[in-house]
T-cell receptor, first 114, second 114 residues
């Protein structure tokens, strides 16, 4: 199993550009989540999904869109990038019925918005 | 905004020492208190977790101590090794109907000197 994979590893955007961060998992996990990690702030939940076709907002959803058309994939879209979205983004997945903290994280995408 | 306050921000110990990382939470409605370990360039990985009705949990060299009345919990690393050098995050998690909530601490960067 590849586990949770994220692409790209690094990305530089100009303010106002759009892009999609990709996340895929091959563990057949029902739950998937997106977090951002900023210095001195830990990880904050952006959006999550409990299954294909079902998504919900987390703690910091503004400026981000998600959709979940398959169990495997959970892309995160930035519609109009802003410097405040400079961060490291982590995708995570979990099997339904497992403890809430038993998440598997991807390796992250480092995004810089200039 | 619910918070989990983590201290210290950084910690340097000699090999064989016992680093202690502390966390305090504000809301009592959490089901689990996990710790994650993160190496540079990688995503966080679950280390150990405790329920609020348990005062201590050990897994190998890692121990969580939990003080429910003080709303505090801590991670102790026995016989620390240079390979333990990483960033450690505490968190507070709960299941919700159709979702979940996890609040992370800001992280502690640990360096174990050889």
């Amino acid at each position: 199993n590849a586990g949770v994979t994220q692409t790209p590893k690094f990305q530089v955007l100009k303010t106002g550009q759009s892009m999609t961060l990709q996340c895929a998992q091959d563990m057949n996990h029902e739950y998937m989540s997106w977090y951002r990690q900023d210095p001195g702030m830990g990880l904050r939940l952006i959006h999550y999904s409990v299954g294909a076709g079902i998504t919900d907002q987390g703690e910091v959803p503004n400026g981000y869109n998600v959709s979940r058309s398959t169990t495997e994939d959970f892309p995160l879209r930035l519609l109009s990038a802003a410097p405040s979205q400079t961060s490291v983004y982590f995708c995570a997945s979990r099997r339904a019925g497992r403890r809430v903290y038993e998440q598997y994280f991807g390796p992250g995408t480092r995004l810089t918005v200039t | 905004q619910q918070q989990v306050k983590q201290s210290p921000q950084s910690l340097i110990v000699q090999k064989g020492g016992i680093p202690i990382i502390n966390c305090a939470y504000e809301n009592t409605a959490f089901d689990y208190f996990p710790w994650y370990q993160q190496f540079p360039g990688k995503g966080p990985a679950l280390l150990i977790a405790i329920r609020p009705d348990v005062s201590e949990k050990k897994e190998g060299r890692f121990t969580i101590s939990f003080n429910k009345s003080a709303k505090q919990f801590s991670l102790h690393i026995m016989d620390s090794q240079p390979g333990d050098s990483a960033t450690y995050f505490c968190a507070a998690s709960r299941e919700l109907p159709g979702g979940f909530k996890t609040i992370f601490g800001a992280g502690t960067r640990l360096f174990v000197k050889a």
